[in-house]
């Protein structure tokens, strides 16, 4: 399982770093294509919008086509189809050929999702918390590095970035080509046509018991990471009066912390604890964090606040295994799509709420923001709660129905 393990963390870390890799450039390179640096704003919001509302819509679909035609397939395409992207972007003359080169990264991005159900396809279940905790300090690292190398090179040729990402992403390609096994073959049997609507595995997921509200919480989670996603720069420069290298410091420190206890800290956390346990102690974690920097004063706090954000890493991890012991394996795909496009939709809507937010509490209080994010993890308890009632439940009434059967065989 070590190689395919190794590919599919390659996957996900040149993914991420594909994507980081233009954010320091994409400024420039808009104002080379449009010669308007008033526009510039609004089409580097827009772009980044482009993406995540494709991730949004083709994630589903990507996943139901893996449990159909199978993983291995699906990948390889994404993949070839990534690769030659991000060479359209590296010489994109107009500004509309850059808006399609990012949305079929955005198509081709939507991969991960099929890369989530290959992790769960081999492996077990009591392993699978630790699995996508190690997907995610691959996709930790990749926001790190992503941004530092396209500054590098951006300062030496403007597309010098995408010329990377198209390299790295042929390269996996054929690592991928070479060393991924298929972990679920076609299905020939199978009839169902693939739906195009985001959220249509939902109805089809809505009988399995505790599942829903695992789903909400997840949407809660993924919701207050935009937090600090959105604000955390930001803040630090209003706020705290940060120059861009002390900014950028506290963001790579923020990532470092983050894929560190992705890599390490999940698995004994979660087999010490288990899952439910975990992911509760991460959601405490990261509430304490928030609220702290509410109220904090000078710019060295959130330096020492790492540690609870990164705790707060493990909720995700914990919660993806949980949802995926809700599932048949034959629906793992369209499970992990469906996440993918609640994720992505909230990376669209995200960041215009905690904007709003802060820009509302700046005459109140400047830290309000913070502390509205620490409050909206508390609804994720009575989540949980009914989570675990509906399985109660279920489970209670599945027994009752066994042991009825079992009179009914032994009566005369």
Same mark, same amino acid.
């Given at each position: 399982?070590?190689?395919?393990l190794f590919? %599919? ?6 993914? /991420? ?26 089409? !580097? ?49 107009? *500004? ?28 077990? +279940? ?28 951006? +300062? ?38 693939? $739906? ?21 919480? !997840? ?15 930001? !803040? ?14 506290? *963001? ?16 004994p956390l ?5 899952? =439910? =346990?975990? *992911?509760?102690?991460? %959601? ?9 920097? $509410? ?12 540690? %609870? ?24 795909? +369209? ?31 400047p830290g ?25 439940? /279920? ?18």
């Amino acid at each position: 399982m070590r190689k395919p393990l190794f590919v %599919l963390l390659a996957i996900l870390l040149i993914d /991420t770093i594909g994507f980081g890799l233009i954010m320091p450039i994409l400024p420039g390179l808009l104002q080379s294509l449009t010669g308007d640096r008033a526009a510039n704003s609004f089409h !580097y919001g827009a772009l980044l919008s482009v993406y995540a509302l494709m991730q949004f819509l083709c994630a589903p679909v990507l996943g139901a086509l893996s449990d159909r035609l199978g993983r291995r397939r699906v990948l390889l395409v994404s993949l070839a189809g990534a690769a030659l992207d991000y060479l359209l972007m590296a010489f994109a003359p107009t *500004l509309p050929w850059l808006y399609l080169g990012r949305a079929l990264a955005g198509v081709t991005g939507a991969n991960m999702a099929v890369a989530a159900a290959y992790l769960t396809d081999i492996t077990p +279940e009591d392993q699978r918390a630790a699995r996508f905790g190690q997907m995610g300090a691959a996709i930790g690292i990749g926001f790190i590095a992503g941004p530092v190398l396209g500054g590098l090179l951006g +300062e030496w040729l403007l597309r010098a970035p995408f010329m990377l990402a198209a390299l790295l992403n042929g390269l996996n390609l054929l690592l991928a080509w070479r060393l991924l096994p298929e972990s679920r073959p076609a299905r020939r049997d199978e009839r169902r046509r693939v $739906s195009l609507n985001a959220f249509a595995a939902l109805h089809r997921l809505h009988g399995k018991a505790g599942l829903l509200p695992l789903v909400a919480v !997840y949407a809660i989670v993924t919701l207050v990471g935009q937090w600090p996603a959105t604000l955390w720069i930001l !803040y630090g420069q209003e706020r705290f009066g940060w120059s861009m290298w002390i900014g950028g410091l506290s *963001l790579a420190g923020y990532g470092l912390c983050h894929a560190l206890t992705q890599a390490f800290a999940i698995a004994p956390l979660v087999s010490r604890l288990g899952e =439910r =346990r975990a *992911l509760l102690l991460g %959601l405490a974690g990261d509430s304490l964090g928030l609220a702290l920097l $509410s109220i904090a004063l000078s710019g060295w706090v959130p330096f020492l606040l790492l540690p %609870l954000f990164a705790a707060g890493g493990l909720a995700a991890p914990a919660l993806q295994s949980m949802l995926t012991r809700r599932i048949d394996a034959h629906q793992q795909g +369209e499970l992990q799509g469906t996440l993918t496009s609640i994720t992505s939709l909230i990376g669209i809507a995200g960041p215009l709420l905690v904007t709003t937010l802060y820009a509302l509490g700046q005459g109140l209080w400047p830290g309000l923001v913070w502390a509205v994010g620490a409050a909206t993890n508390l609804l994720v308890l009575p989540l949980l709660s009914g989570s675990r009632r509906k399985e109660t439940s /279920t489970a209670a009434s599945a027994v009752s129905s066994t042991a009825q059967d079992n009179a009914e065989k032994q009566a005369p």
